[in-house]
C-alpha cells in the first residue's frame, strides 16, 4: 500500500538555523508528493508540491525535490524563523482524479529567538 | 474570500450515541474531502465528494457515512460511537478536486467521545 514515512521530531532549532526534515514513501506508480504546514489552532496549509521525478517544489524559502531513485522528497530551508514554528505533514497522493492523500505522521518545529 | 468552515468546532459525545459534523467549503469548491486526525493514527482519509457523488473513500467502517448538498456544503456522520472516534476531524475542499487544484483545510471539529 502507499505510506509515508518522516522524522517526528520534535525538531528544535535556533533562529537563522539550515532546517532539513526528512521524508520518503511508499507508492506503486508514480505519486504526486506534497508538504502541508498546520499552525497552532488552524487547518492544514500547502507550503509545496511537485507532480514528477525531479521536480522542485517551493514557497517562503521551503523547497523539496522529487528524488524517485530514493524515494524521497526532503523539505529545507535555509534559514529558519521563529514564525516557522509549526507542525509540517509530508503527503502524497495517487489519484488523479480526486484528492486523496496519504499523509506522514507531522514533525513538530520550533524555532528559539 | 471565506474560508472552509466547520461547525461546530467542539463536540463531547457520549459512547453509543450518534454525530453530524458540518463543513462549507469555499464558494465556488466542489470538492469536500474529510480526514480524521489522531494522534496514534495521524491524518487518516475517510471520503471526498464532488459534486454530490462520493468519488473516493478511505479504509473506515460504514458507521462513518457523509453525504454532500447541492450546494457543496458537506455533512459527516459517525453512529453508534466508540471511543476511538475520539478525534480532530478535518474538512478540505478544492475547486475542482484534482492535484492540479489546491486543498483548502478548515480548522477541524473536535470530537470527544466519553
Known amino acids: 500500500g502507499n505510506s509515508v514515512t518522516q522524522m517526528e521530531g520534535p525538531v528544535t532549532l535556533s533562529e537563522e538555523a539550515f532546517l532539513t526534515i526528512n521524508c520518503t514513501y511508499t507508492?506503486?506508480?508514480?505519486?504526486?508528493l506534497f508538504w502541508y504546514v498546520q499552525y497552532p489552532g488552524e487547518g492544514l496549509q500547502l507550503l509545496l508540491k511537485a507532480t514528477k521525478a525531479d521536480d522542485k517544489g517551493s514557497n517562503k524559502g521551503f523547497e523539496a525535490t522529487y528524488r524517485k531513485e530514493t524515494t524521497s522528497f526532503h523539505l529545507e530551508k535555509g534559514s529558519v524563523q521563529v514564525s516557522d514554528s509549526a507542525v509540517y505533514f509530508c503527503?502524497?497522493?495517487?489519484?488523479?482524479?480526486?484528492?486523496?492523500?496519504?499523509f506522514g505522521p507531522g514533525t513538530r518545529l520550533s524555532v528559539l529567538p | 474570500k471565506a474560508g472552509v468552515t466547520q461547525t461546530p468546532r467542539y463536540l463531547i459525545k457520549t459512547r453509543g450515541q450518534q454525530v453530524t459534523l458540518s463543513c462549507s467549503p469555499i464558494?465556488?469548491?466542489?470538492?469536500v474531502s474529510w480526514y480524521q486526525q489522531t494522534p496514534g493514527q495521524g491524518l487518516q482519509f475517510l471520503f471526498e465528494y464532488f459534486s454530490e457523488t462520493q468519488r473516493n473513500k478511505g479504509n473506515f467502517p460504514g458507521r462513518f457515512s457523509g453525504r454532500q448538498f447541492s450546494n457543496s456544503r458537506s455533512e459527516m456522520n459517525v453512529s453508534t460511537l466508540e471511543l476511538g472516534d475520539s478525534a480532530l476531524y478535518l474538512c478540505?475542499?478544492?475547486?475542482?478536486?484534482?492535484?492540479?487544484?489546491?486543498?483548502?483545510f478548515g480548522q477541524g471539529t473536535r470530537l470527544t467521545v466519553v
Open positions: 503527503a502524497l497522493s495517487r489519484d488523479n482524479y480526486g484528492q486523496n492523500f496519504v
Open positions: 464558494s465556488g469548491h466542489r470538492s
Open positions: 478540505a475542499s478544492s475547486a475542482q478536486g484534482t492535484l492540479n487544484t489546491e486543498a483548502f
Open positions: 507508492a506503486t506508480g508514480y505519486p504526486s
